[in-house]
């Protein structure tokens, strides 16, 4: 079951949180001195807490730390966001972009 709050990830625990998830994940793919990423962080939180029940799981892979999972998901520019389901790869959302856009990407493929 997906959890109320983002779950961090790193190149180690990629596979099992994200790959081996059989519901709809999305990783975000972001760094600490990003001001973007601080910016969607809350949203991801929200969004965390308003769809875990109904299996979405939030994931953050820190880029600076993990660059190995990012440079296998041609990751170029952050934040972007994965959406995974079943384990791979569904669509993709590049910047900050407001709740409202997350929430229809969340809905059309939940």
Same mark, same amino acid.
């Given at each position: 079951?997906?959890?109320? $709050? ?8 990629? &596979? ?6 059989? #519901? ?10 990003? #001001? %973007?990423?601080r910016i969607i962080a809350p949203v991801l939180? &929200?969004?965390?807490?308003?769809? #875990? ?14 660059? &190995? ?19 791979? %790869?569904?669509?993709?959302?590049? +910047?900050?972009? %407001?709740?409202? $856009?997350?929430? +229809?990407?969340?809905? &059309?493929?939940?």
């Open positions: 079951m997906a959890g109320s $709050h983002p779950v961090p990830v790193t190149d180690g625990t990629f &596979q099992a949180e994200v790959e081996q998830y059989s #519901g709809l994940a999305v990783v975000d793919f972001w760094a600490e001195w990003c #001001g %973007p990423c939180e &929200q969004l965390a807490a308003e769809y #875990g029940d109904r299996g979405l799981k939030v994931a953050k892979l820190d880029v600076d730390t993990n660059q &190995q999972t990012a440079m296998r998901y041609n990751v170029r520019s952050i934040p972007t966001l994965l959406f995974f389901r079943g384990g791979r %790869p569904v669509d993709t959302v590049v +910047g900050a972009v %407001p709740k409202a $856009h997350l929430v +229809g990407k969340i809905t &059309q493929l939940l």
